[in-house]
């Protein structure tokens, strides 16, 4: 499917056995034990309703597939619950907060955060410099600091830090050795595994991943997994949209089936292999 090179998915002379978590990250911070809460949820098109009253749950350090065929909604969810779109109707709570409507930087602000697609423009930039503009709260940002001099020494302190941040993530994610590499030249694995390690320097405590999977070869697909796996081990929530049935039945311990915009039915893999009307939906498809 993919015509990726097996050799760039390489680990740069890392060691497979060294145990590394990301010290400087911080990790997923204070979540509540439900950090999202989704409820009575909606968005029309048009005539078209895309979401029909939506509701569940998210558990922390969970990682849970959110699936069900071609327009069922599932994105249009996604764009709803990180800001992309505002809903029409409903609630979406993260920690307790209510972040209906707001905007996807205040929402990514709270610690709820979409991986994207690097971006064109982006693609021009090296892998290092990508990582330098994910950042939020980046004093540079404010001009005027620049004028004062003891701004200057702050702004070079941060800059620092991210950069230290920045490659340890790369290192985490094994993709140190493309620091210099412009984001363009990598593979679709490689981009995917670029696209989490921006989404972490946003001090996430959610992770959204839409398709994270899609145009990813075995072997990357396979360390994008671990990573995934390890970030959860570490308090990290995940949400993901997947299109790969089996992938999310062997590595999510809840799965969200939605069809026509509402929630089919949810529960664990097996539950919903073996659900008639998840069968039904796919139209006899093997599920
Ligand atoms: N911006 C939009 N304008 C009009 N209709 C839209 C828009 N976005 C989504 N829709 C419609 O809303 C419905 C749900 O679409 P959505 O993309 O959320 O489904 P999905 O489950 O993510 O599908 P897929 O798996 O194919 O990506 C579809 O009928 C789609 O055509």
Known sequence: MSSEPETSGGTGGVDETDDRTLTTLGGAGDTAEVPLKVSGLEKHFGGITAVDGVEFEIDKGSMTGLIGPNGAGKSTTFNCITGTHKPDGGRVEFNGQDITGLEPYQVADRGLVRTFQIARELGEMTVLENMMVAPKHQR?????????????????????????????????????HLANEYA?????????????????????????????????????????????HELRDQGYTFLIVEHDMDLI?????????????????????????NNEDVIEAYLGGEV
């Open 184 to 228: 363009e030249n990598l593979s679709g694995g490689q981009r995917k595994l670029l696209e989490l390690a921006r989404a972490l320097l946003t001090d996430p405590q959610m992770l959204l991943l839409d398709e994270p999977f899609a145009g990813v070869n075995p072997s990357l697909e396979e360390r994008l997994l671990e990573h995934i």
């Open 249 to 273: 039945m062997e590595n999510c311990e809840k799965v969200i089936v939605m069809h026509q915009g509402r929630i089919l039915t949810e529960g664990t893999p097996e539950d919903v292999r």
């Open 140 to 176: 540079g940002e404010a001009l005027w600091r620049s004028v004062l001099p003891y701004a200057r020494n702050s702004v070079n302190q941060q800059e620092q830090e991210i950069l230290e941040r920045a490659w340890e993530t790369l290192e985490f994610f094994d993709i140190d």
